[in-house]
């Protein structure tokens, strides 16, 4: 959903704890409470790059390294502090023949509650379950609605409970605009799916839904709009699962008026109910009111966020052809 970069090879920049690693960008400071979250001296590493456009970050705590997907290239990427970059797998979201569209590879990444690898998969179009390391028992969680195909699976997100939520804009579908060749469903949705493996429609009113997060209490399902009217609203989640009539959590007005505009892409929400989501002009921190606290510019296209690190207290994000860092506390 954004341009593509003609790359060459993948550079792995630092390998081992000790790596001194480049920097990019610069941290915006909008109010004194985000210093609380973001020290003063803390800088944007470049912790790899060389990628197409870089996407759906998910940090593995267990065995110590984050996942991410290269969209365009159809595949997933693997990188460590000991070991820089790796590739994890390939086809990552495409296992058909041919050219399928500019973006047919796994876009958003989760580990599950049973610490399985599950993906939004562009070109299969469906969102899919496989135990880390083994592709070979890859299975689909979701693939139609009321019979038609899904558009493109692009995040998601999983309850307590055990159910998904997840976005389906039509990103990775051939044609990149309109027409759409294949797109079977007049509607870019918010679906969920329960334990029990049903799916079903909770959101269709949004143009190109994108980025979603729960708040910490799982009372609320914040979802980013990547295109007109790009906002993100807040909505209610009932005792059933289900999503109630959405409010305007955070729109970035003020940023507008600066001539800094985008839209929203990937978020995360932290234990504090802070939402970090990539948006205007870089990664937006804002409070649970809705006030922003700062922006992380770095200077490129951002798609999405993941917290990890061998202490927790790392962001990474994924922005256009880097995989980039900055310390948090």
């Known amino acids: 959903m954004k341009k593509i970069f003609t790359t060459l090879s993948l550079l792995t920049l630092g390998l081992t704890a000790m790596a001194q690693y480049p920097t990019i960008g610069k941290i915006h400071r909008y109010d004194a409470t985000l ?18 456009w870089s996407e759906g970050p998910v940090w593995v705590k267990k065995e110590g390294y984050l996942l991410f997907t290269d969209v365009p290239e159809n595949t997933i990427h693997k990188w460590s502090e000991a070991k820089g970059l790796e590739v994890f797998l390939k086809p990552s979201g495409y296992t058909g023949t041919g050219v399928y569209s500019q973006e ?12 399985n690898l599950v993906s939004c998969e562009h070109g299969d179009r469906r969102i899919a379950e496989m135990p880390l390391n083994h592709p070979e028992q890859k299975k689909t969680l979701a693939h139609l609605y009321e019979g038609k195909q899904l558009n493109s699976p692009n995040d998601l997100v999983q309850k307590k409970s055990g159910d998904y939520y997840f ?10 605009g309109k027409p759409e060749p294949g797109k079977e469903l007049d509607f870019q949705g918010v679906y969920r799916i329960n334990t029990k493996g049903e799916i079903s429609l909770q959101i ?24 007109r009217p790009t906002l993100i609203t807040a909505y209610p989640v009932d005792k059933a699962g289900n999503l109630g009539e959405g409010k305007l959590f955070f729109d970035a007005a003020e940023l507008a008026k600066q001539g800094i505009r985008g839209g929203y892409d990937g978020m995360k929400v932290d234990a504090k109910g802070n939402v970090w989501t990539t948006g205007p002009g870089g990664v937006l921190i804002i409070n649970a009111s809705g006030k922003l606290l700062g922006r992380i510019a770095t200077g490129n296209p951002n798609s999405n966020v993941a917290f990890g ?5 790392y962001l990474f994000i994924t922005s256009d052809m880097n995989l980039l860092r900055v310390k948090i506390k």
């Open 104 to 115: 047919p590879g796994a876009n958003g990444l989760i580990i599950n509650k049973k610490g």
């Open 167 to 176: 976005t389906d804009p039509p990103y990775g579908l051939p044609g990149r």
């Open 309 to 313: 690190g061998a202490d927790g207290k």
């Open 35 to 52: 210093d609380a979250l973001i020290d003063t001296t803390a800088k944007i590493e470049i912790v790899a790059n060389g990628f197409t």
């Open 204 to 227: 269709k009113d949004l143009g190109r839904p994108n980025g979603l997060a729960f708040n910490p209490d799982e009372s609320i399902l914040y979802v980013g709009t990547s295109e």
